[in-house]
């Protein structure tokens, strides 16, 4: 993952997109362990065309195949509540990306998760350098292109 990131870095600070998107796939995280191949098949299909669709003109020879869609494993009787769907996503996203093992993330702290996101987030809707630096922002200007068919 680590390796990934870096090769990945290198090639954001050249505003290109090179082979690394291509190898990804599609990776779910399911608190029920439930399978979503109907669900996920069209985006399987369609974000490599989407990375084909981008690409300079002398990488326009990428042939898009489908992602690969894994499922990563879940313990069971997560998310007894039914209500932490959002908080179990981002805590199992963080805890991946940190190559932390996912069984952290249970209902025993999902609350204490959940209260420290929210407090984040109000902190930051409070942080007056934050305030002041939003307040100056200017989003930049749409740039017109052709339009590219992807299907």
């Known amino acids: 993952m680590k390796d990934s990131y870096i090769e990945f870095?290198?090639?954001?600070?050249?505003?290109?997109?090179?082979?690394?998107?291509?190898?990804?796939g599609i990776e779910v995280f399911d608190c029920a362990g439930?399978?979503?191949n109907k669900d996920l098949e069209p985006f399987a299909h369609l974000i490599p065309k989407i990375v084909k669709a981008v690409?300079?003109?002398e990488k326009r020879?990428?042939?898009?195949?489908?992602?690969d869609v894994t499922y990563t494993p879940m313990p069971f009787f997560l998310n007894?509540?039914?209500?932490?769907f959002g908080v179990y996503a981002l805590k199992h996203i963080e805890a991946h990306l940190?190559?932390?093992d996912l069984t952290l993330v249970n209902d025993d702290n999902i609350r204490e998760a959940r209260h420290k996101i929210a407090y984040d987030l109000w902190e930051a809707a409070n942080d007056l350098e934050l305030i002041s630096r939003m307040g100056?922002?200017?989003p930049l200007?749409?740039?017109t292109s052709p339009t590219v068919e992807i299907l």
Do not use: I, N
């Open 80 to 84: 007894k509540t039914s209500s932490d």
């Open 136 to 138: 100056m922002f200017v």
């Open 98 to 100: 940190l190559g932390m």
């Open 61 to 67: 020879g990428f042939t898009a195949k489908p992602y």
């Open 141 to 143: 200007k749409a740039t």
């Open 9 to 24: 870095k290198k090639d954001r600070k050249k505003f290109r997109v090179e082979g690394l998107l291509h190898q990804y």
């Open 55 to 57: 690409q300079s003109s």
């Open 34 to 36: 439930l399978k979503h």
